[in-house]
Protein backbone atom coordinates (compact mmCIF):
# COMPACT_ATOMS: atom_id res chain seq x y z
CA UNK A 1 0.00 0.00 0.00
CA UNK A 2 2.80 2.24 1.08
CA UNK A 3 4.55 1.74 -2.35
CA UNK A 4 1.25 2.93 -3.77
CA UNK A 5 1.23 5.94 -2.08
CA UNK A 6 4.62 6.71 -2.90
CA UNK A 7 4.53 6.33 -6.70
CA UNK A 8 1.27 8.33 -6.19
CA UNK A 9 2.93 10.87 -4.43
CA UNK A 10 5.99 10.55 -6.95
CA UNK A 11 4.12 10.47 -10.58
CA UNK A 12 1.80 13.67 -9.27
CA UNK A 13 5.23 15.40 -8.70
CA UNK A 14 6.84 14.99 -11.54
CA UNK A 15 3.44 15.78 -13.24
CA UNK A 16 3.21 19.28 -11.07
CA UNK A 17 7.09 19.94 -12.34
CA UNK A 18 6.28 19.12 -15.76
CA UNK A 19 3.10 21.54 -15.83
CA UNK A 20 5.47 24.13 -14.64
CA UNK A 21 8.43 23.35 -16.70
CA UNK A 22 5.84 24.03 -19.91
CA UNK A 23 4.31 27.28 -17.84
CA UNK A 24 7.94 28.58 -17.27
CA UNK A 25 8.91 27.43 -21.15
CA UNK A 26 9.69 30.61 -23.02
CA UNK A 27 8.51 31.00 -26.73
CA UNK A 28 9.22 32.85 -29.31
CA UNK A 29 12.65 35.16 -29.56
CA UNK A 30 13.19 39.16 -29.98
CA UNK A 31 13.26 40.74 -33.14
CA UNK A 32 15.80 42.81 -34.70
CA UNK A 33 14.94 46.31 -34.03
CA UNK A 34 12.17 47.31 -37.05
CA UNK A 35 14.08 50.81 -38.27
CA UNK A 36 13.00 50.68 -41.82
CA UNK A 37 10.39 53.74 -42.56
CA UNK A 38 7.00 52.22 -43.33
CA UNK A 39 4.83 52.94 -46.24
CA UNK A 40 1.30 53.84 -45.69
CA UNK A 41 0.07 53.10 -48.90
CA UNK A 42 1.54 49.81 -49.33
CA UNK A 43 1.16 49.24 -45.46
CA UNK A 44 -3.17 49.48 -45.88
CA UNK A 45 -3.04 46.90 -49.46
CA UNK A 46 -1.52 44.68 -47.02
CA UNK A 47 -3.79 44.99 -44.38
CA UNK A 48 -6.23 44.23 -47.21
CA UNK A 49 -4.73 41.33 -48.15
CA UNK A 50 -3.78 39.77 -44.96
CA UNK A 51 -7.69 39.89 -43.74
CA UNK A 52 -6.70 42.41 -40.70
CA UNK A 53 -9.44 44.63 -41.69
CA UNK A 54 -12.13 41.88 -42.66
CA UNK A 55 -11.50 40.09 -38.83
CA UNK A 56 -10.87 43.17 -37.12
CA UNK A 57 -13.84 44.97 -37.71
CA UNK A 58 -17.26 44.26 -36.92
CA UNK A 59 -19.18 46.54 -39.38
CA UNK A 60 -22.22 44.30 -39.23
CA UNK A 61 -22.52 45.87 -35.32
CA UNK A 62 -21.69 49.21 -36.40
CA UNK A 63 -18.19 48.76 -35.24
CA UNK A 64 -15.20 51.24 -35.96
CA UNK A 65 -12.59 49.92 -38.43
CA UNK A 66 -9.92 47.56 -36.85
CA UNK A 67 -11.53 48.35 -33.26
CA UNK A 68 -11.90 44.46 -32.78
CA UNK A 69 -14.02 42.03 -34.80
CA UNK A 70 -16.80 40.14 -34.99
CA UNK A 71 -17.48 37.23 -32.52
CA UNK A 72 -15.70 33.80 -33.76
CA UNK A 73 -17.53 30.52 -32.66
CA UNK A 74 -15.56 27.17 -32.52
CA UNK A 75 -15.99 24.21 -31.01
CA UNK A 76 -13.04 25.33 -28.56
CA UNK A 77 -15.16 28.24 -27.45
CA UNK A 78 -16.09 32.22 -28.97
CA UNK A 79 -12.95 34.10 -29.96
CA UNK A 80 -13.42 38.12 -30.46
CA UNK A 81 -10.51 39.40 -32.84
CA UNK A 82 -8.64 42.09 -30.85
CA UNK A 83 -8.37 45.83 -31.24
CA UNK A 84 -6.09 47.27 -33.50
CA UNK A 85 -6.68 50.87 -33.65
CA UNK A 86 -3.93 52.96 -31.92
CA UNK A 87 -5.82 53.72 -28.55
CA UNK A 88 -3.01 53.13 -25.66
CA UNK A 89 -4.84 51.34 -23.22
CA UNK A 90 -6.96 48.91 -25.33
CA UNK A 91 -5.67 48.90 -28.84
CA UNK A 92 -1.92 49.09 -29.58
CA UNK A 93 -0.93 52.73 -29.29
CA UNK A 94 2.05 51.73 -26.47
CA UNK A 95 3.08 48.58 -28.47
CA UNK A 96 6.78 49.11 -30.45
CA UNK A 97 7.31 48.20 -33.83
CA UNK A 98 9.10 45.12 -32.33
CA UNK A 99 6.38 43.99 -30.23
CA UNK A 100 4.03 44.62 -32.97
CA UNK A 101 6.40 41.95 -35.27
CA UNK A 102 6.61 39.37 -32.52
CA UNK A 103 2.49 39.42 -32.68
CA UNK A 104 2.52 39.39 -36.24
CA UNK A 105 4.69 37.23 -37.16
CA UNK A 106 5.30 34.74 -34.45
CA UNK A 107 1.77 34.96 -32.14
CA UNK A 108 3.15 36.15 -29.27
CA UNK A 109 1.65 38.85 -27.27
CA UNK A 110 3.55 41.68 -25.38
CA UNK A 111 3.30 39.93 -22.85
CA UNK A 112 4.87 37.15 -23.26
CA UNK A 113 1.76 35.17 -23.75
CA UNK A 114 1.01 33.11 -27.31
CA UNK A 115 -2.16 34.15 -29.11
CA UNK A 116 -4.75 31.52 -29.57
CA UNK A 117 -4.56 30.30 -33.58
CA UNK A 118 -7.80 31.61 -34.26
CA UNK A 119 -5.03 34.42 -35.33
CA UNK A 120 -3.57 33.34 -38.27
CA UNK A 121 -0.01 33.82 -37.75
CA UNK A 122 1.42 31.51 -38.75
CA UNK A 123 0.94 32.73 -42.31
CA UNK A 124 2.57 35.66 -41.94
CA UNK A 125 5.34 34.42 -40.09
CA UNK A 126 7.69 34.92 -43.24
CA UNK A 127 6.55 38.90 -43.37
CA UNK A 128 9.79 40.88 -43.92
CA UNK A 129 11.08 43.73 -42.05
CA UNK A 130 9.84 46.07 -44.92
CA UNK A 131 6.30 44.45 -44.96
CA UNK A 132 6.41 44.70 -40.89
CA UNK A 133 7.10 48.35 -41.37
CA UNK A 134 4.30 49.14 -43.84
CA UNK A 135 1.80 47.62 -42.02
CA UNK A 136 2.56 49.43 -38.54
CA UNK A 137 2.37 52.61 -40.33
CA UNK A 138 -0.33 51.98 -42.11
CA UNK A 139 -1.96 51.40 -38.43
CA UNK A 140 -0.76 54.38 -37.13
CA UNK A 141 -3.35 56.35 -39.25
CA UNK A 142 -6.28 54.70 -37.54
CA UNK A 143 -8.45 56.76 -35.45
CA UNK A 144 -8.14 55.38 -32.34
CA UNK A 145 -10.97 54.14 -30.50
CA UNK A 146 -11.19 53.29 -26.79
CA UNK A 147 -13.53 50.55 -26.58
CA UNK A 148 -11.81 46.38 -25.44
CA UNK A 149 -12.84 44.05 -27.31
CA UNK A 150 -14.97 41.04 -25.97
CA UNK A 151 -12.69 38.98 -23.62
CA UNK A 152 -12.69 35.46 -25.66
CA UNK A 153 -15.28 32.97 -24.09
CA UNK A 154 -13.39 29.77 -24.10
CA UNK A 155 -14.01 27.11 -21.16
CA UNK A 156 -11.39 25.07 -19.81
CA UNK A 157 -8.82 23.71 -20.55
CA UNK A 158 -8.93 25.41 -23.77
CA UNK A 159 -8.52 28.85 -21.91
CA UNK A 160 -4.74 27.92 -20.54
CA UNK A 161 -2.38 29.74 -22.48
CA UNK A 162 0.23 27.83 -21.26
CA UNK A 163 -1.17 24.62 -23.47
CA UNK A 164 -0.98 26.78 -26.33
CA UNK A 165 2.93 26.08 -26.22
CA UNK A 166 2.59 22.73 -27.24
CA UNK A 167 0.01 23.44 -30.09
CA UNK A 168 2.36 25.67 -31.10
CA UNK A 169 5.34 22.87 -30.69
CA UNK A 170 3.01 20.51 -32.65
CA UNK A 171 1.47 22.43 -35.26
CA UNK A 172 2.84 26.15 -36.06
CA UNK A 173 4.84 25.72 -39.44
CA UNK A 174 6.33 28.30 -41.80
CA UNK A 175 4.16 29.19 -44.68
CA UNK A 176 6.43 28.36 -47.65
CA UNK A 177 5.46 31.20 -49.73
CA UNK A 178 9.37 32.15 -50.68
CA UNK A 179 10.14 32.12 -54.65
CA UNK A 180 10.46 29.10 -56.36
CA UNK A 181 13.27 29.43 -58.59
CA UNK A 182 12.28 28.47 -62.67
CA UNK A 183 8.71 29.99 -62.12
CA UNK A 184 7.33 32.88 -64.04
CA UNK A 185 7.07 36.29 -61.31
CA UNK A 186 3.03 35.98 -61.58
CA UNK A 187 3.15 32.46 -60.32
CA UNK A 188 5.60 33.20 -57.45
CA UNK A 189 3.40 35.97 -56.42
CA UNK A 190 0.64 33.96 -56.55
CA UNK A 191 2.07 31.70 -54.32
CA UNK A 192 3.49 34.62 -51.70
CA UNK A 193 -0.03 35.53 -51.18
CA UNK A 194 -2.06 32.12 -51.40
CA UNK A 195 0.33 30.85 -48.86
CA UNK A 196 1.23 33.52 -47.07
CA UNK A 197 -0.80 37.36 -46.78
CA UNK A 198 -4.25 35.45 -47.94
CA UNK A 199 -3.95 32.66 -45.95
CA UNK A 200 -6.12 30.76 -48.18
CA UNK A 201 -5.56 27.27 -46.27
CA UNK A 202 -6.52 28.53 -43.21
CA UNK A 203 -10.41 28.53 -44.50
CA UNK A 204 -9.85 25.98 -47.08
CA UNK A 205 -7.72 23.02 -45.41
CA UNK A 206 -9.44 20.56 -42.90
CA UNK A 207 -8.08 20.71 -39.39
CA UNK A 208 -7.95 18.30 -36.72
CA UNK A 209 -9.16 17.82 -33.24
CA UNK A 210 -6.78 20.06 -32.03
CA UNK A 211 -7.71 22.94 -34.60
CA UNK A 212 -4.06 22.14 -36.52
CA UNK A 213 -4.89 21.68 -39.90
CA UNK A 214 -4.33 18.91 -41.93
CA UNK A 215 -1.33 19.09 -43.70
CA UNK A 216 -1.76 15.80 -45.95
CA UNK A 217 -5.14 17.64 -47.39
CA UNK A 218 -3.82 21.36 -48.17
CA UNK A 219 -6.36 23.16 -49.91
CA UNK A 220 -8.84 20.19 -50.19
CA UNK A 221 -12.00 22.40 -48.36
CA UNK A 222 -13.12 22.59 -44.77
CA UNK A 223 -16.47 21.44 -43.77
CA UNK A 224 -16.67 22.79 -40.42
CA UNK A 225 -15.67 26.23 -40.42
CA UNK A 226 -16.51 28.51 -37.35
CA UNK A 227 -19.80 29.95 -37.39
CA UNK A 228 -21.08 26.78 -39.66
CA UNK A 229 -19.94 27.66 -42.68
CA UNK A 230 -18.48 25.67 -45.27
CA UNK A 231 -15.03 26.25 -47.56
CA UNK A 232 -14.85 24.37 -50.61
CA UNK A 233 -11.65 22.73 -52.25
CA UNK A 234 -9.47 25.32 -54.23
CA UNK A 235 -7.68 22.25 -55.69
CA UNK A 236 -7.18 22.83 -59.23
CA UNK A 237 -8.78 19.62 -60.41
CA UNK A 238 -11.78 20.14 -58.64
CA UNK A 239 -11.75 23.77 -59.35
CA UNK A 240 -11.88 22.86 -62.71
CA UNK A 241 -14.38 20.28 -62.78
CA UNK A 242 -16.67 22.71 -61.05
CA UNK A 243 -16.13 25.08 -64.19
CA UNK A 244 -13.72 27.15 -62.83
CA UNK A 245 -10.81 29.41 -64.88
CA UNK A 246 -8.07 31.72 -64.05
CA UNK A 247 -10.33 34.21 -65.75
CA UNK A 248 -13.72 33.41 -63.61
CA UNK A 249 -11.59 32.74 -60.39
CA UNK A 250 -9.49 36.17 -60.65
CA UNK A 251 -12.78 38.19 -61.27
CA UNK A 252 -14.58 36.00 -58.54
CA UNK A 253 -12.02 37.64 -56.18
CA UNK A 254 -13.36 41.11 -57.44
CA UNK A 255 -17.07 40.42 -57.88
CA UNK A 256 -17.76 37.95 -55.09
CA UNK A 257 -19.61 35.97 -58.29
CA UNK A 258 -19.28 32.63 -59.38
CA UNK A 259 -18.71 30.88 -62.80
CA UNK A 260 -22.61 30.51 -62.66
CA UNK A 261 -23.69 33.70 -61.40
CA UNK A 262 -24.27 33.04 -57.93
CA UNK A 263 -22.64 34.89 -55.68
CA UNK A 264 -20.17 34.05 -52.22
CA UNK A 265 -21.72 33.97 -49.16
CA UNK A 266 -20.57 33.84 -45.80
CA UNK A 267 -16.95 34.20 -44.95
CA UNK A 268 -16.03 34.09 -47.99
CA UNK A 269 -17.86 37.14 -49.22
CA UNK A 270 -16.36 38.79 -45.98
CA UNK A 271 -13.28 38.14 -47.34
CA UNK A 272 -13.99 39.60 -51.21
CA UNK A 273 -15.73 42.07 -49.56
CA UNK A 274 -13.35 43.95 -47.40
CA UNK A 275 -9.86 41.78 -49.07
CA UNK A 276 -9.59 40.50 -52.32
CA UNK A 277 -11.78 43.14 -54.23
CA UNK A 278 -9.04 45.77 -53.05
CA UNK A 279 -6.23 43.91 -54.63
CA UNK A 280 -4.99 45.04 -57.96
CA UNK A 281 -6.00 42.76 -61.08
CA UNK A 282 -2.21 41.77 -61.37
CA UNK A 283 -2.24 40.22 -57.60
CA UNK A 284 -6.08 38.44 -58.38
CA UNK A 285 -4.74 36.94 -61.61
CA UNK A 286 -1.72 36.14 -59.84
CA UNK A 287 -3.51 33.97 -56.93
CA UNK A 288 -5.86 32.34 -59.77
CA UNK A 289 -2.58 31.48 -62.03
CA UNK A 290 -0.93 29.93 -58.90
CA UNK A 291 -4.05 28.09 -57.75
CA UNK A 292 -4.61 26.43 -61.27
CA UNK A 293 -0.95 25.53 -61.66
CA UNK A 294 -1.01 21.63 -60.26
CA UNK A 295 1.57 20.11 -61.68
CA UNK A 296 4.19 21.88 -59.81
CA UNK A 297 2.98 24.77 -57.78
CA UNK A 298 -0.78 23.30 -57.28
CA UNK A 299 -2.30 20.47 -54.86
CA UNK A 300 0.69 17.96 -55.52
CA UNK A 301 3.22 20.54 -54.54
CA UNK A 302 1.57 21.80 -51.98
CA UNK A 303 1.14 18.23 -50.22
CA UNK A 304 4.60 17.49 -50.94
CA UNK A 305 6.22 20.08 -49.41
CA UNK A 306 3.80 20.82 -46.26
CA UNK A 307 2.48 17.38 -45.39
CA UNK A 308 5.46 15.19 -46.46
CA UNK A 309 7.95 13.64 -44.04
CA UNK A 310 8.51 15.61 -40.64
CA UNK A 311 12.20 16.60 -41.35
CA UNK A 312 10.50 18.52 -43.88
CA UNK A 313 8.42 20.45 -41.61
CA UNK A 314 10.03 23.08 -40.11
CA UNK A 315 8.43 24.25 -36.76
CA UNK A 316 9.00 27.74 -35.67
CA UNK A 317 10.25 28.65 -32.21
Given at each position: ?38 NVDRGAYLARASGCIACHSNFEAGG ?254
Amino acid sequence: MRRIIYWSVGAAALGGAALAAVIAWPVGSAPAPIELEGNVDRGAYLARASGCIACHSNFEAGGAPLAGGAPLETDFGTFYPSNLTPDPEHGIGDWTAESFAKAVRQGIGPDGEPYFPAFPYPFYAEFSDQDIADLWAAFQTVAPVAEPAPYHDVSFPFDQRWGLKLWRAAFFYEPKSEPVPDRSDAWNRGRELVRGAAHCGACHTPRNLAGGRDLGAVFAGNAELPGGSKAPSIRAEDLEQNGWTVSSLAYALQSGLTPSGDAFGGSMAEVVREGTRFLSPQDREAMAIYLFDAEVGGADDIVKEEGGSAERKTRID
